[in-house]
């Protein structure tokens, strides 16, 4: 049988969304040729909606190339909407209860559209940050935080700063514009490098005011791709440990801007745009 879903997207960074609360497929096998910009539907990623006990819905995220993260800050906004408008969930005062594999996080709907009142911007509770290297993990010495680290790529030595948002980052904060690195050549080897373990999401970061960042990112198991929700939270809280950023600040990326706020102790708050795309029913024959 065919499995119906609906394309969205959060900033540029796209998913493929289906609701599994009533079957079971292989996601991990299937979201490879899903995914697949030629010859699929063309996404980032496969969001899983499965049931919870913790919680209004379960998020599960297999990337483009099968692996399943933790969370993703783009996709959640997304499903906080798909929830809300079309899959059956009413939220509480205190926003929309939805569970990840990084624990149980909330979304709030704060803006809709004039007329319809469709869901046009959802704010995120991220969950606080962690800098412990074992839980990031990284492979580091000391208590963490774990700050302009040396990492030793194609010759050259790069310094990142890293911690969790429920999934690994190494932010490169640099007064070289982001455009002009070569992320495609350095994000794998960054990605697969010794030192993580569990690989890792890779950021460069542009201060440009203590109210502006320019980020983009290179995606575990994904790649280059236009917005990652994580990656923005994990670049303002690496720009506030260096003392380089406000508590509140835009975080401009390739796919759109996202507003990130940190109070450099407790939960991270993002706040961005969800927009479906288009609906539609992905046939399995051959992937079964």
């Avoid at 990605?191 to 575990?220: G, I």
């Amino acid at each position: 049988m065919p499995i119906p879903f609906t394309k969205m997207e959060g900033a540029g960074n796209d998913f493929v969304l289906i609701d599994a609360r009533a079957q079971r497929a292989d996601w991990a096998r299937l979201a490879p040729p899903m995914c697949d910009r030629h010859f699929g539907i063309g996404a980032d990623g496969v969001l899983v909606m499965e049931n919870s006990e913790k919680a209004i819905i379960r998020m599960r995220l297999f990337n483009a190339d099968g692996s399943e993260a933790e969370m993703c800050g783009n996709g959640l906004r997304c499903v906080a909407k798909w929830a809300i408008e079309r899959g059956g969930a009413s939220p509480s005062d205190e926003g929309l209860a939805i569970e990840t594999g990084a624990g149980v996080l909330s979304a709030t709907v704060t803006a809709r559209a004039e007329g319809t009142g469709a869901i046009e911007r959802v704010r995120l509770a991220m969950g606080a940050p962690r800098f412990a290297p074992a839980e990031i993990p990284v492979v580091a010495e000391g208590p963490g935080p774990v700050k302009d680290l040396p990492i030793a790529i194609d010759g050259s030595e790069i310094r990142v700063t890293c911690l969790s948002m429920g999934n690994p980052h190494a932010v490169h904060i640099t007064d070289r514009p982001v455009d002009q690195i070569d992320l495609a050549r350095l994000g794998p080897l960054m990605e697969r490098h010794d030192r993580f373990p569990q690989r890792t999401n890779f950021e460069v970061v542009n201060v440009e005011s203590p109210q502006h960042l320019r980020v983009r990112v290179w995606e575990r198991g994904v790649g280059l791709t236009l917005a990652c929700g994580s990656g923005a939270s994990a670049a303002i809280v690496a720009a506030r440990l260096h003392g380089l950023a406000g508590q509140r600040a835009t975080v401009s990326l390739p796919g759109g801007d996202l507003e990130l706020e940190w109070d450099a102790e407790g939960p991270v708050y993002l706040e961005g745009p969800a927009a479906y795309v288009f609906e539609g029913e992905w046939s399995i024959d051959g992937y079964s």
